[in-house]
């Protein structure tokens, strides 16, 4: 009895570690590092510094496939209210690579 508890233990422990690293990046995480972002979103002009910054960031911590497609998710959730156009050339504008167009349209389950 005592080793199919430690077994469950260590099979519900596994299964939570495995779900964290499936799914590192959670929209609050997205939505602090382009909060810079939504005046120019909105509004256009100038690109503020603090903007390129987390769209740099955000990049750099969307390493793996779940991660970009976790991040689509959340852009997309985001993204009422905002220039479409804006929002498809700000990497562009900030000097970014983004390995998927950004647009309402992208199905981000397709997203690698």
Known sequence: MASALKFFTCLVLTVCIVASVDAAISCGTVGSSLAPCAGYLVNGGAVPAPC?????????????TPDRQQACK????A??????????????????SIPYPISMNTNCDTVK
């Open 74 to 77: 959340c852009l997309k959730a």
């Open 79 to 96: 993204a009422k209210g905002i220039n479409p156009s804006l929002a498809s050339s700000l990497p562009g504008k900030c000097r970014v």
């Open 52 to 64: 390129c910054a987390g769209v740099s960031k955000l990049n750099s911590m969307a390493k793996t």
